[in-house]
């Protein structure tokens, strides 16, 4: 297996632009969480999908930050407008069972910047 | 709000010595799992612990769950250059909630 795969890897933006991030889950996963991560604020849960239904998202930052599984291999996670403060690496991750047996499996993350 | 909380935040050593990274919550656990961050990297799933008191170890390094399942450790015995990197421990909350709260992680340096 491939792994989670994140897309773009770098993402450089002007503020006000949107910006989606896409991710793939490991197949068979039925759990897809996005994250933040910052110097200052550490890794930040920004929402959970369990198969493909969002239970979660009380970490999204405001109105600007959305989420969506269509289905069970891809979600993305968009940002309009994007605020230099988004400035962040946004990890995807999978698990099956909740990750309360393996764990969960991170992808590479897509680093952006927004200038 | 629920906050898992660990110490030291950065540990420097010199190669060869021990390493120990703690970490508390302020309600019970269903479990604690640990992650390691490489510089530049992803955190990567390194083992789960589910029963009180329970230990763990892999090779050098040995994991612990306290008995009130609110507290664990990790300890690395004679580091190397290859263990850099930030630790993270992130626990499941009691009651069925299924996402990890992140500790703020333990970046270790090991200088040779």
């Known amino acids: 297996d491939a792994g989670v795969i994140q897309s773009p890897r770098h993402e450089v933006t002007e503020m006000g632009q949107e910006v989606t991030l896409r991710c793939k889950p490991i197949?068979?996963?039925?759990?897809l969480f996005w994250y933040r991560q910052t110097m200052m604020r550490g890794l930040e849960l920004l929402i959970y999908f369990n198969n493909n239904v969002p239970i979660d998202d009380s970490g999204m930052p405001e109105d600007r930050f959305s989420a969506k599984m269509p289905n069970a291999s891809f979600s993305t996670l968009k940002i309009q407008p994007s605020e230099p403060r988004d400035s962040a690496v946004y990890f995807c991750?999978?698990?099956?069972?909740?990750?309360?047996?393996?764990?969960?499996?991170f992808g590479s993350g897509t680093r952006l910047t927004v200038v | 709000g629920q906050q898992v909380m660990q110490i030291p935040q950065y540990q420097h050593v010199q190669e060869g010595e021990d390493f120990t990274t703690y970490c508390n919550s302020s309600t019970t656990l269903s479990n604690i799992q640990w992650y390691k961050q490489r510089p530049g990297g992803h955190p990567v799933f390194l083992i789960q612990?589910?029963?009180?008191?329970e230990v763990k170890k892999q090779k050098r390094l040995t994991f612990q769950f306290g008995e009130a399942k609110k507290n664990s450790s990790l300890h690395i015995t004679a580091t190397q250059t290859t263990d850099v990197g930030t630790y993270f421990c992130a626990g499941i909350l009691s009651g069925g909630y299924n996402k990890l709260i992140f500790g703020a992680g333990t970046r270790l340096a090991v200088h040779p």
């Open positions: 197949s068979g996963h039925d759990y």
């Open positions: 612990l589910v029963k009180s008191g």
């Open positions: 991750a999978s698990s099956y069972f909740g990750g309360q047996r393996y764990g969960y499996t």
